[in-house]
């Protein structure tokens, strides 16, 4: 089972920028697909960007050209470079594989405002 450790989080002001780590630990992560997901209050867990063991990405449309998925196979790492960020994408985020298993991790609160 994956192991997954976020960090990065943070109060920013709309407009910022924030990066967030995600270590995972096992042998798998090189070979899996890697997905970020954040779950804001009151709403359900969503998928926010995955990327695949060859490097493609995806994004949901509310964070297209403002976010960027990567990943270091070589530190069993994925990363989120966040951008001009808004109000709306205060919430707690998560790495997990994509699709998700169970197992997440405690996740890392990410919170824009003035």
């Known amino acids: 089972q994956v192991q997954l450790v976020e960090s990065g989080g943070g109060l920013v002001q709309p407009g910022g920028s924030l990066r967030l780590s995600c270590a995972a630990s096992g042998s798998i992560f090189s070979i899996n697909a890697m997905g970020w997901y954040r779950q804001a209050p009151g709403k359900l867990r969503e998928l926010v960007a995955y990327i695949t063991s060859g490097g493609s990405s995806f994004y949901v449309d509310s964070v297209k050209g403002r976010f960027t998925i990567s990943r270091d196979n070589a530190k069993n790492t994925v990363y989120l470079q966040m951008n001009s960020l808004k109000p709306e994408d205060t919430a707690v985020y998560y790495c997990?594989?994509?699709?998700?298993?169970?197992?997440w991790g405690q996740g890392t609160q990410v919170t824009v405002s003035s």
């Open positions: 997990n594989l994509f699709p998700w298993r169970d197992g």
